[in-house]
């Protein structure tokens, strides 16, 4: 039964304000201790705890609460809590709470410790997150979370390499699991049309049966097992011990290990209940417990030890979860509170003594049992949990494994093989606890350099709370709130019923035997443990389970890193041959899409042919001719002087086709502007290093038969595909306009006009043509920037580089070098005064007539271009000592924007037409509008003639 | 006609393209420029009918031209000559850090 929460979200919040209040603290007072911090930072997870726990009434009767906030559109972010992400939840919270506190302690004086316990803090709230998801993809994000906030926990000392290795090995592996399990949640939902858990929970039937069930258990299951450290995949939590002990404890016992397994619980009533799914989870399970176990016997290092036993424990609980018994889930739960409890403890310890002692090798640990007590203790009595012996709660949960390991529902040489491998885990672990106890407290001091005592209450209690919970958990069986949250918790996984009772006694059973001699095996190898340890690093077997897996995953990212090298070798760094790929890659494409020839219908192509008169068909001919002809003298011609020329007659032949449509006003600026990148191609031309253009003269004859070979046929496909591209536009075109005959009949009445095309631009698109001016403009004052500051700084030469003089005219380039005529100075002296007429006349009479002022700006440019050019740069300079580019360019714009300005007062539309000379009555000679469109041009031209001069006045300037 | 045309296009195009092609990278540069003026006559055809006369309102009878393509055309001649320039300028930069002219030469973009 699901009611909705409207505060569900608060304990969420609540542990996410507090890692948010840790880098707060730091700013608000620096001097703040790192106990006190952690003190006070304590009570966020204390109070999520309170929070969940005061929903547990609820939850015992069977609800669940829910509750989601649209989040993007189709999507919800959604929290679900039923017993067992209550379950979970207070564990999250409860050691969060108590680790908080012990990371103070543990970082003293550590002055960046805010650093981890905002780390810390977020990394519960996303595990928090994790087990009250209420949807697959708010879990996948809380998922995610988990493994990056433990990414930068692990690698906490950024400075040492061992931890940046850890987290990365870590990231590597869950990170990867992540994202097969976000494919397995979208197959999911792709299989039961809803990501909600609510909805999920209730089509098992539907997985099950689905075409995509192996893939969705595969992919869900991978990334489940490379979370929770399965086997082959647990390589990464020993490496990850790097990280600081707290976050040791509380990641690598209590939760970030453990979503792997609450995933799996989650959906074992949809997914579970197969063969395969039996299998699967029951070898997986088997095989971590076994190697945990092993290497855990192996290990020296403290942390290392328990970090194998946390692996065996988790293939443990794996193991459960594949079986389709009321009793394993009973063992599911219990296992993962005992082991939650008595393994932070020991996280914990290990923690203390490492802090106090200066190491934490078992090798030179020894003895600290007297200066030690109080952590002695509590060692002790989680070790005992940990060992499955009683009184403890670990005894529960090893009885009840045991129970279901024998289980008669199990086939019967898998029943063997179950049970031998639980009792070999079972004895394993009995010494691997014996020997973390034994070694670090009992016997004599091995290094008489340790001295070591207990350290402060506060830091103590961390430990010793969840250590007293596993001796106090079995002795009260008649605890009844905790049996039934754990009974909620074992029903939701398992799917139906599940009974639990905490009752330490059964009697003497089965499983009771097979305790006793688990216990009797463990105590065996404890005696024995240096001929059992000398044993294993003789085996070849458990030497390759040692680091087998590692040298295989090096070797893998050592493979990925060849691959990508291999692969950035085809980037050569040759524009040409990248160009080449692209454009070939292009022509695959259209030639894909649209098959070859594409189809065309050449019904329509007689009708139109001749509908102009026969004269001024040839005269197009001609002007196509001129065109295509001079785009390949272009090519052909050796001189690039002569190559520019020939473009230039080239763009001739394009403005005659446009006169011939008839497009006056574009042919008029197709005129203009071709005359104009003339000049500039010659200008920028005359600043190329003239003695490597002529070196490369020679290398041009020279380019190899083969290259040119394919430069052509590139580009000869490429224009058969613009050719039939064009003929297919043109033959399929609308005969019918939506918009043209608005502007037509528009042109007159709403701005006195009667060039349809310049009102188009001015008018109807003047927004448009303020952005294309404004562009034009950037482009100007780029080319300006772009070489006298970009290239200064970078000393590269093109500010200044020795070379042709600064008196040097720059005619001189195609002609040699000599004299300006006395014809041509006289030319230019009154080219620019007939310009500027020219430019003033189109804007006045552009209105009505041919021309506009973008025209106008690029004819007083060429003005101003060709005294460039016949002058030189410095004469020019001192010759119009008032041409002040970037100052036109501004001034320009700032015009552009309020001749819009008009329009607003007038019509109250911002860009509107206004007409001031009608509307104030000022006699003005015909043809002439005093509009807003005509300070619109003014502002057009000033920017461009700014801009044009931006460019000729960088490009011409010589090279000093 | 609109075979000649299409055919015109092409080949423009295709000059641009070769010339883009060439190792002289001013020879690059003038490519760029023939593809602008190819693109230009493309979008000059795709007008929706051929008219009798210039695009002007009430001067002479007949029906004008289509102006919609025309306005398209100018905004893109402006645009072009303002990249052509950068480029053009970009190009200078270019091969004056690498004292080449010679596209191949811009070895220091390999590393």
Known sequence: MAVIDPYLFLPLAVVFAGAALAPAAKVVNREVSSVAMGWVLSLFPLAAFVLILDRLPGLAQGMAYTWSYPWFPGGRFSLYMDSLGAFFGLLVTLIGFLVVIYSGYYFGRDRGSWRFFAYILGFMGAMLGLVIAGDLITLFLFWEGTSILSFLLVAYHVSDPKARQGAFKALLITGGGGIALLLGALFIIHVTGDAGFTAILGSGDLLRQSQWYPVILGLVALGAFTKSAQFPFHIWLPDAMTAPTPASAYLHSATMVKAGIYLMARLNPVLGLTEAWFWLLTLAGTATMLTGAILALKRTDLKAVLAYSTICQLGILMMMIGQDMAISFKALVIGILAHALYKSALFLVAGMVDHEAGTRDLRRLGGLGRSMPLTFGVAGVAALSMAGLPPMFGFLAKETLLATAIHPSLPVYAAWGFTLASVTAGALMLAVSGRLVWDTFMGRPKDPGITAHDPPLGMVLAPALPALLSLFLGQFPGMKEEAVLLAGAAGAAFGSEVSVSLALWHGLNAPLVLSMVAVAGGVVIFIRRCQVMGLLDRLEFSRALDHGLDKGFDWTLLAVDRMAHRAAAVQQGRLRTYLIVILTGALGLVVVFNGFPPPLDISGLSGIAMTTATELALLRLVALFLVCGSAFACIALPGDFSAILAFGASGLGVAVLMVLEPATDVALVQIVVDVLLVMILVLALTRMPREKLAALRHLATRTSQSSRTRDALVAGAFGLVVMFMSLSALLSRPRTSELSPFFEAMTKPATGSSSIVGTILTDFRGLDTLFEIAVFGIAGVGIYTLIRFASAKHKDGAADTPGIPERMPLTSLGVGGSRKTPLLRVLSHIMLPLTLVMGICDILYGHDQTGDGFTAGVIISIGIGFQYMVFGYSETKSRMPWLKPSGLVGWGLVLALASGVGGLFVSGHYFSHADFGKLWGIPLPKGVHLSSSMLFEVAICLSVVGSVSLMLNTLGRPNR | ?111
């Open chain 2, 1 to 111: 006609m609109e075979i000649l045309t299409a055919f015109a296009i092409g080949l423009t195009f295709a000059a641009g393209i070769f010339q883009i092609l060439q190792r002289n990278v001013i020879r690059s540069a003038i490519g760029l420029m023939l593809l602008t003026n190819a693109i230009s006559l493309y979008l000059l055809s795709t007008g929706a009918w051929v008219g009798e006369k210039a695009a002007y309102v009430g001067t002479a009878a007949g029906h004008p031209v289509d102006p919609l393509p025309q306005a398209l055309i100018l905004t893109a001649i402006v645009i072009s000559l303002g990249t052509t320039s950068f480029a053009l300028a970009m190009l200078f930069i270019v091969s004056k850090r690498y004292n080449t002219c010679d596209a191949d030469g811009l070895k220091g973009l390999s590393r």
